[in-house]
């Protein structure tokens, strides 16, 4: 059966706890050590303007979710704007490739230093055995999905709120460096601290990622138009106020090497702040919030194969759903696959910054989308934000994903390939298409 309509289970309380489960997770606590190598013990600061920055790209997704409540999300809105299917088409395997390098993210943060305290498997098997269960428990259905997120977003946010009790506990006892938090190790002064600074938040932009995944679950939400907008906006602050405690309490009690050098540095602080706690009870705890994460970027790549397919920018077969399960089943086999190819090709970092840097350009197609569609009137009410913020996102992640920010080179070219193969599969869609039309 194809493109049968979803199953509208998400309520308000489901959607903002998925919204949260959507952006904590592996970024926080598998890339917070990077982030830290880059800019030194002013770790703090590239968490509050990624937190900023995400505000502004929010406040556009939150319109746009409301004015247009489908499961396509920004290759929806660029296609309404801009009305170029080829430049649709490279957002929406944009959108893809980004949930999809986060996905390979966290299965390679599963198979690292947290699950080091419980065995020593090789990482690549484990990483592709990860991502094959989690797709069996897509094809569940997105009921069975959304609450085992609900039960993962739980446990993810005990382990971060751990951490910032350690660092209350460690303040009160007068422990800790609190130079640290204004220092900086970027190689040198001046215009070298403004590109680490960038580069680093650039890198932790990584951390707060996901809350744009949530619209493509828009055709399974009750009320949408209402719902998104305080969903979005509650998630990000949520997740955006405990990162920057996070990022507090990590540079204070665990110089930045130390942090910079580990895969799981959120345990060097367990270990440091607190060190009767069990470091395999916070090592589980991590895994389940990487776990987390995986899932939910998975689950959003088969939506957004799914709303491709109605809008006719992938072939129908991609709208493919179980008759039973009414899960997208197509979209789900289509994402695995690329999934376990994309695990193969980077570490944990690389990965991340891949995933943020398309993104980051995603982000500033739909701030300039927000604006184009304002011509657009539709029957139902929904939130306008203010003019300015989309002007201010757009720049601000047109900033964040230039040269400017100090990415190593290697993540370009890996974004840089996984354009082009949207680009070669956009040419194949568009034989396929031809040849339905001729057939008719």
């Known amino acids: 059966m194809l493109t049968s309509p979803l199953k509208r289970v998400i309520g308000p309380k489901l959607l903002l706890l998925f919204v949260i489960g959507d952006i904590l997770g592996t970024g926080i606590y598998a890339t917070t050590g990077k982030v830290a190598g880059k800019v030194g013990g002013a770790l703090w600061l590239p968490f509050v303007i990624g937190f900023l920055v995400a505000m502004l790209s929010a406040a556009s997704y939150a319109e746009l979710v409301g004015k247009y409540p489908k499961a396509a999300g920004a290759a929806l809105y660029t296609q309404k704007a801009f009305k170029a299917p080829f430049l649709t088409f490279v957002i929406a395997f944009m959108v893809m490739c980004s949930g999809l390098a986060s996905a390979s993210a966290a299965a390679r943060a599963f198979g690292g230093d947290y699950l080091a305290e419980f065995t020593d498997l090789p990482p690549t098997p484990v990483a592709v055995a990860f991502v094959l269960a989690l797709a069996a428990l897509n094809l569940r259905g997105v009921s069975e999905s959304v609450r085992t997120n609900v039960v993962l977003t739980l446990v993810e946010l005990s382990g971060l709120l751990l951490i910032i009790g350690i660092g209350a506990c460690a303040v009160l006892a007068g422990d800790g460096d609190a130079a640290r938090l204004g220092e900086f190790d970027t190689g040198g002064s001046g215009h070298a601290v403004l590109t680490g600074v960038l580069g680093a938040t650039a890198l932790g932009f990584f951390a707060f990622i996901g809350f744009e995944d949530s619209v493509n679950m828009a055709e399974e939400t009750k009320d949408p138009a209402r719902t998104f907008p305080r969903a979005i906006f509650i998630g990000v602050a949520v997740t ?33 702040g607190w060190g ?31 709303g491709m397919a109605n809008e006719r920018i992938l072939p129908r077969a991609m709208g493919r ?70 002007v201010l996102g757009a720049l ?9 920010a100090d990415r190593p080179a290697d993540v370009y070219i890996r974004a840089g390939v996984l354009i082009a193969v949207g680009i070669a599969l956009w040419g194949v869609n568009r034989v396929v298409l031809r040849a339905a039309v001729r057939d008719e």
């Open 396 to 404: 601000a992640a047109l900033a964040l994903a230039s040269p400017l």
């Open 276 to 306: 009767g706690f069990p470091p395999k009870l916070f090592s589980l705890i991590a895994l389940f919030a990487v776990t987390n994460s995986a899932l939910i970027n998975l689950m959003m790549a088969s939506r957004l194969c799914y």
């Open 321 to 390: 759903v179980l008759a039973r399960r009414r899960t997208p089943v197509a979209g789900i086999v289509f994402a695995t696959a690329l999934t376990v190819v994309l695990t193969s090709t980077g570490q944990i970092a690389g990965l991340g910054d891949t995933a943020a840097l398309l993104l980051l350009c995603v982000f500033a197609v739909v701030n300039v989308a927000v604006l184009v569609l304002r011509r657009d009137r539709v029957a139902h009410r929904h939130f306008r934000a203010p003019t300015a913020l989309p």
């Open 240 to 272: 955006g106020t405990v990162y920057v405690l996070v990022a507090l309490v990590s540079s204070l009690l665990v110089d930045h090497r130390t942090l910079q050098a580990s895969s799981g540095p959120l345990l060097e602080v367990v270990k440091v």
